[in-house]
Nanobody, 125 residues
Framework: EVQVAESGGGLVEAGGSLRLSCVVS????????VGWWRQTTGNEREGVSC????????TYADSVKGRFTITRDNAKNTAYLQMNDLNTEDTGTYYC??????????????????WGKGTVVNVSS
């Protein structure tokens, strides 16, 4: 059973930064990509960023390009999302999901209903 634990969210002023962490409890973490997703009130979950299993390739939503950076540390079974120059539209609950697809789809993870609790990011103006 795959489990994820997101952390690092909080309240920050516009223009500020946060670093999110995602710990994935699987033995072969280095065979999975990792995606970051977010959900805002009244909207469906949307993809933010994805990193391939080897960390050599990444994707970003247009809205976060140039501001967010995704990385991973396979030795720690952890992926990170560095978020800079935050704005109020970045407010939401952020989730991560291991993924065998690249770009990330979270299709299998979603079918398993394995989403974690997420971490809340609140950006004030």
């Amino acid at each position: 059973e795959v489990q994820v634990a997101e952390s690092g969210g909080g309240l920050v002023e516009a223009g500020g930064s946060l670093r999110l962490s995602c710990v994935v409890s699987i033995s072969n973490f280095d065979e999975y990509g990792v995606g970051w997703w977010r959900q805002t009130t009244g909207n469906e979950r949307e993809g933010v960023s994805c990193i391939k299993w080897g960390g050599t390739s990444t994707t970003y939503a247009d809205s976060v390009k140039g501001r967010f950076t995704i990385t991973r540390d396979n030795a720690k079974n952890t992926a990170y999302l560095q978020m800079n120059d935050l704005n109020t539209e970045d407010t939401g609950t952020y989730y991560c999901a291991p993924d065998l697809s690249f770009p990330c789809t979270a299709r299998r993870f979603d079918a398993l209903g394995a989403w974690g609790k997420g971490t809340v990011v609140n950006v004030s103006s």
